[in-house]
């Protein structure tokens, strides 16, 4: 029992990471994902990578299978139970319309049609005190009209659950024995934060998507099992912390973000190894690039997520912890095109890995990020995948050529204005995580992965004023890689308005205190060995008759005042201003993890003794604002330990390429990254 | 064009660099303001405009804003030109003159330099909490001029290259009821547009003033081209209509609104000619707002997701007269414009519809439906205050039924406020808040349903106030489509009496007394005998339409129990095959013409010259 393992779906790949405890050592894999049967391709995935499962202590799990089928509509048929006046919460949500210069604006339908909404008599106020009682006579009449309409999930969202879980709790008793076979998800298993509408959607979609998952991870455990699998099998939450595969078939909607989160782990890690407490995770593929801000070695969680929101639509709002990702249509296979009125775009339209990119030659015949890294020099066509794939230069020339006639610009020109048009798309993304949230981003650094990270880092950091990349090792296993770091992690979340002034400091002790006992109780029922378990207290606090609220941290020796500091710290940093107003509790936050012991990471060998053994042949690549220069390029794996590299020069390695601008310094650090320096400008 | 010295990626780069200016000025303003109409109802917006006063870029919380902040700049170029410094700060609030909507409003601009050289200028206006005048909060609905509306500034110097003008300062504080909420706004809005102005400086750093002032010029005429490409896929002609606002803000007559919206190649001309006199009440709608609310609905028309720069909006020309309740006369009161601003936009879509039933839906709900509850918590003793919008139905079109339950067109990235936080916060039982199922808006498409929100007042005693306008005409339905329903309060008192009506002015309500606030359905659009039958089955098990109308209007026969009903396909076909029973006896809604029904009259659109 010495190997742990993780096996990450994604939409294209499926990528498998397993390392032996005892020597440190990295097995990688890479299959293509089975859309039909996912099983088959974590099976797949295990027997290509040479993996005894009896050896297997810890097996990690990323899946798309919830996301897939909330986006794919592809859930079971569910009837919703409110309280009496509110079934049309659901269809109401926030009213508000996102594209708001379009008459035609389409508002998110709901996931259970109003006909299988239904109400019944019960009513309790925000402070958990019965106005009327559960009318059991109403549920079971509820019961009856579920099985008769087959349905094939239950959700029970009461208003004010949150405060008063006895109704809901005896609600969902009654169905369940009433419509045996029939899962009901109530919302106060998966929430009890404030806001109907919210914490009806996040109860809906639980229940939408919990036959298919129950279904997905009861099939893949036993078919490991049945290789031998004895070790734990955990799946990968949208929190950031993993959890077991029980507790993930009755709550499946905490697996919504499940395969990014595990990169966004993974460079918490490499960041905190290297030295660098605050860094951006970017993460760039073939379609989107995904950015996250880490800061001070902590991943940032948000609950007010929303699946498939954009600036122009709403989305579906789930109240559940969530790593903080903006994503943006930016990838490999961004498309650069032209607009009616002349402007020039890249993307969000991606030419996916089919047709792909002109230069994959396989039909594609418009312009993408790839050809235009392809005649930027920055892609070697006779190395892309390690030479597994040859692209095709001449095809890249003609897509690219024919956008830059359209705008009287030649084909260098124009393979640079995409670069440029996709960098500043992603530097919003950049910027929406750090300025519009009050980070100054040269107090961070980026860690780049993904297949394009590398390509664009640079340029990126620059633009940024980031002085510091790293490349990890891996790029294009990152995710799967950091899923192996990950501790076990349950939110628990109440909403609970209280004054916190002297009076009633006590009391706001033994709340958070409670919420913390009942949190470390929970790793008990999931059979799963922890080496450690401990809690994270947080109270979010804001000052009495204003909205915004501030996610604050208990210290283990806090007194009031030190907490109120920390508050008015923290708001000031996040809303430029703190006031003497009084403050007020608005939710009671303790986030439970539970330690897996980490893996050492090996130091790679020290590379060749020389830089020339890593060089390959020059080339001649463009940059913004030089036009070509002469470039060295290297390969990775080769690169004596801490050399520094001057730029320009470019990095290759079998999945990826890293781009070093002039003035830019590259070195190998001996865990194996690449790590990325430039001197601060004014 | 001449040669151009920069590419056109360049122009790109720096039209997003332009973009993402004004929108991390959005995002810092409604971080740092500390009044919660600012940072959540998004009561503001943020632009980039140039030194001759042309539109940029923006980034705004609510539609009215577009376009505004051209004439603020305007003006503050026709009053200072010459004399303008760097780290200066202009304010205008004056709805008299450019720029301003009502007093609440404040314009606050600051030029950008760069090297010596005024380069654009950076311009935000949002909503301050009170400017004085006779009510708390200063917009009032029984105002009846403009000095009790809050106090006026015609373009002032508030910061003076760097150094705030106290005497500014000071007479703001003496004349706002809580200036020191005020203050923090007003510098939160000031240090904003600093944002923007490193921005841009950073970007003329980058690429040099010219070639930024160069983009922005093949910018603003790749807009004026993409504008004119739409303009001439639509069908050209004049096109008239005419709709009636409720009253003039003080219960008086009904206000005509009258449009004549000329359609041609190269330009799209609005012509309000005909339209009612200013009101006494203060509902009339300064130039600006109406000029704004205009290209709302010229952008929604031609390309919603057009990037909104003066280019764009060329060939729009607006025909206003005086002293009409879209161009108000000083001192005729402004402070709830909102009631009337909705109905420039509504008439044009109405006037258009017909031609663009596949751009343009059935009228909404139209009103911003505002709400206001207060008093005195008898549990805490403090003063509570709530005041929000209503969500309401929208029209069908040509390819969709309409949307039930969303703001208003005045309204945009605004949220309804939650029944739970709503009753931790004030005295108050949400008894229900359901979809309002009325017998209106049928159609081939189906009008989108309002709400129905029910307070019980759960405090000694509290104050209800409610402007919900379109409670006597209803929206508009088309091409054979019918009209939706009226928006409304009925208020149950514990004494059993019953009150109906479209406006409320702080009617002090005793505890266990019931509000019923209603939103009304959005009109419909085709006739409703076309609507496919398994639709109309959905509809009736879904409760958005009845059984009986199912049958009567829709001409659609169901059979079965109601949780499992099919459609009689044979029987419908011998009801449709009958024709439209509209206006037959026992139809519950037969579109009989409302009395006071405002009209669309399009014209047979004429050739294309």
Redesign the interface.
């Given at each position: 029992m010495s190997r742990r393992l993780a096996v990450d779906i994604g939409g294209t790949f499926t990528d498998l990471v397993a390392l032996d405890e005892s020597t440190g050592a990295l097995d990688l894999g890479k299959t293509l994902t089975t859309p039909g049967n996912f099983a088959d391709g974590v099976l797949d995935a295990i027997a290509q990578g040479n993996v005894d499962l009896a050896d297997v202590s810890q097996f990690v799990h990323g899946t798309t299978v919830v996301i897939n089928a909330l986006t794919e509509r592809t859930g079971c048929r569910v009837a919703l139970v409110t309280t009496r006046g509110f079934r049309d919460v659901l269809e109401i949500q926030r009213a508000n319309r996102t594209d708001m210069y379009n008459l035609l604006y389409r508002k998110p339908t709901p996931f259970v049609p109003r006909a299988l909404r239904f109400e019944v008599r019960e009513r309790v106020t925000w402070k958990g005190e019965v106005l009327e009682p559960l009318s059991e006579e109403d549920v079971l009449e509820v019961a009856t009209a579920c099985q008769r309409s087959d349905v094939e999930a239950i959700a029970v969202c009461f208003l004010h659950a949150y405060a008063h879980v006895e109704h809901e709790a005896r609600a969902k008793r009654l169905l369940e024995e009433a419509c045996p076979g029939i899962p009901v998800s109530a919302s106060h298993e998966l929430t009890r934060e404030w806001r109907e509408y919210e914490r009806t959607n996040t109860t809906v979609l639980n229940a939408y998507v919990r036959p298919v998952a129950d279904a997905y991870l009861a099939s893949l455990a036993e078919q490991l099992e049945a290789r031998g699998l004895r070790g734990s099998m955990l799946t990968m939450q949208s929190n950031g912390g993993t959890s077991s595969f029980g507790r993930s078939r009755r709550l499946p909607i905490h697996l919504v973000e499940s395969g990014p989160v595990g990169g966004i782990i993974g460079a918490a890690a490499v960041a905190r190894q290297a030295g660098l407490e605050n860094c951006i995770a970017f993460d760039m593929g073939g379609t989107t690039a995904k950015v996250s801000v880490i800061e001070s070695g902590e991943v940032a969680i948000r609950t007010d997520y929303h699946l498939e929101r954009s600036q122009t639509w709403a989305g579906y709002p789930l109240r559940i912890p969530v790593v903080d990702i903006v994503e943006v249509g930016a990838g490999g296979g961004s498309i650069a095109w032209l607009d009616e009125g002349g402007g020039l775009h890249v993307g969000p339209r991606s030419a996916g890995a089919s047709p792909g990119p002109a230069c994959y030659g396989r039909g594609g015949t418009l312009p993408t990020v790839t050809d235009a890294n392809l005649l930027a020099g920055r892609l070697d066509a006779d190395y892309f995948l390690a030479g597994r794939m040859t692209l095709n230069g001449e095809s890249a020339r003609r897509a690219v050529a024919s956008l830059g006639e359209r705008v009287g610009l030649g084909e260098d020109d124009a393979a640079m204005g995409i670069l440029r048009l996709v960098n500043a798309n992603m530097q919003a993304a950049l910027e929406r995580v750090t300025v519009e949230r009050g980070h100054d981003p040269r107090d961070f650094a980026l860690v780049a992965y993904g297949g394009a990270g590398g390509l664009h880092a640079s340029s990126l950091a620059r633009q940024l004023h980031v002085g510091t990349i790293l490349i990890p090792a891996a790029p294009g296993q990152f995710s799967a890689w950091g899923m192996l770091l990950t501790d076990l992690r349950q939110d628990f979340v109440r909403t609970r308005v209280t004054p916190c002034n002297p009076a009633t400091w006590e009391h706001v002790r033994s709340e958070i205190g409670d919420l913390t006992s009942e949190a470390l109780r929970s790793f008990a029922e999931e059979r799963v060995v922890v080496e450690r378990a401990w809690a994270q207290q947080y109270v979010d606090l804001r000052y009495a008759g204003q909205e915004h609220a501030v996610l604050t941290p208990i210290l283990e020796d806090d007194d009031l005042d030190r907490l109120l500091e920390r508050f008015h710290a923290l708001h000031e940093r996040a809303y430029a201003f703190r006031l003497a107003d009084p403050v007020e509790v608005v939710n009671y936050h303790v986030a439970a993890w539970g330690t897996v012991r980490k893996p050492s990471l090996r130091e790679v060998d020290a590379g060749s003794t020389s830089l020339s053994a890593a060089r390959k042949k020059d080339r001649r690549v463009q940059y913004e604002g030089l036009g070509w220069v002469s470039a060295r390029v290297f390969e990775r794996d080769r690169i004596p330990v801490d050399r520094a590299i001057e730029g320009p020069a470019v990095i290759e390695e079998p999945a990826s390429t890293t781009v070093v601008l002039p003035g830019q310094t590259v070195r190998r650090d001996r865990f194996g990254n690449l790590i990325l320096v430039e001197e601060a400008t004014p | 064009m001449t040669a151009r010295s920069v590419?056109?990626?360049?122009?790109?780069?720096i039209?997003?660099?332009l973009v993402?200016a004004a929108e991390?000025m959005f995002?810092a303003l409604g971080?740092?303001a500390?009044s919660?109409v600012i940072?959540?109802v998004l009561d503001y917006g943020c632009a980039v405009v140039d030194r001759a006063g042309r539109m940029v870029a923006q980034a705004?919380g609510?539609?009215p804003f577009?376009g505004v902040l051209t004439d603020a700049v305007r003006d503050v170029l026709a009053k200072f030109r010459g004399r303008i410094r760097p780290g200066d700060v202009f304010m205008t609030n004056d709805p008299y003159m450019g720029g301003a909507t009502h007093q609440n409003d404040v314009v606050l601009v600051a030029p950008v330099f760069f090297n010596g050289e005024l380069v654009l200028f950076a311009a935000s206006k949002a909503h301050w909490n009170d400017v004085g005048g006779k009510d708390p909060g200063s917009w009032s609905p029984s105002a009846t001029d403009i000095y009790q509306e809050g106090i006026q500034f015609p373009v002032v110097r508030l910061v003076s290259a760097g150094e705030e003008v106290e005497d500014i300062v000071e007479m703001v504080a003496r004349n706002v009821r809580a200036p020191e909420l005020t203050l923090?706004d007003m510098r939160?809005q000031a240090?904003s547009l600093h944002v923007a102005a490193r921005r841009v400086a950073e970007l003329c750093g980058k690429f040099g003033v010219e070639a930024v002032l160069e983009a922005i010029e093949i910018?603003i005429d790749?807009?004026r081209?993409?504008a004119l490409?739409e303009l001439r896929s639509l069908p050209h002609g004049v096109y008239e209509a005419e709709e009636f606002i409720d009253d003039d803000g003080l219960g008086g007559d009904p206000v005509p609104v009258h449009v004549r919206v000329t359609l041609s190649d190269d330009e799209f001309v609005v012509d309000f000619t005909g339209t009612g006199k200013t009101c006494a009440g203060p509902i009339n709608c300064p130039l600006s707002v109406l000029i704004s609310t205009v290209k709302?609905a010229y952008?929604?028309v031609l390309s919603?997701?057009?990037?909104?720069n003066e280019g764009f909006f060329a060939p729009l020309r607006i025909v206003v007269p005086e002293d009409t309740v879209f161009n108000p006369k000083r001192p005729a009161p402004i402070s709830t414009y909102w009631e009337s601003d909705a109905y420039s936009g509504d008439v044009i879509?109405r006037a258009l519809a017909a031609a663009l039933p596949d751009?343009?839906?059935a009228g909404h709900f139209l009103s911003v439906c505002g709400t206001t509850v207060s008093g005195i918590s008898d549990e805490t003793g403090e003063w509570f205050f709530s005041v929000e919008p209503n969500?309401g139905g929208w029209g069908a079109?040509a390819?969709?039924d309409g949307?039930?339950?969303?703001?208003c067109?005045n309204?945009?990235?605004?949220?309804?406020l939650?029944?739970?936080?709503a009753?931790?916060r004030y005295p108050l039982?949400?008894?229900?808040?359901?979809?309002h199922a009325a017998d209106a808006g049928h159609g081939a498409r189906r009008g989108g349903l309002g709400?129905v929100k029910?307070y019980r007042i759960r405090n000694s005693r509290a104050s209800v106030t409610a402007s919900f306008g379109r409670h006597l005409y209803p929206p508009w339905g088309f091409a054979g489509g019918h009209d939706g329903s009226t928006n409304g309060v009925e208020v149950y008192y514990p004494d059993g009496r019953i009150d109906r009506r479209g406006r409320l002015s702080g009617e002090v309500m005793p505890a266990g007394t019931l509000v019923r606030f209603i939103t009304g359905t959005g009109g419909g659009y085709g006739d409703p005998m076309t609507r496919p039958p398994e639709a109309v089955r959905?509809d009736v098990?879904?409760?958005?339409v009845s059984r009986e109308a199912a049958d009567c209007v829709y001409g659609v026969v169901l059979a079965g129990d109601p949780?499992?009903l099919a459609v009689d396909a044979r029987a419908t076909e011998r009801r449709r095959a009958k024709g439209n029973p509209a206006g037959s006896e026992g139809s519950p809604t037969a579109s009989k013409e409302n009395p006071k029904a405002s009209k669309a009259k399009p014209r047979v659109p004429k050739a294309t010259p």
């Open positions: - | 590419d056109l990626f360049t122009v790109e780069v039209k997003r660099a993402s991390q995002v971080r740092t500390k919660s940072y959540e705004n609510i539609p577009i923090g939160a240090a910018s790749q807009g081209r993409h490409a709302f952008q929604s919603p997701h057009a990037a909104p879509w751009r343009i839906p969500a079109a390819g969709k949307e039930s339950a969303l703001v067109t309204d945009g990235e605004t949220y309804i939650s029944a739970e936080v009753e931790t039982l949400v008894e229900q808040f359901a979809l709400i029910d959905a098990e879904n409760g958005y949780l499992a």
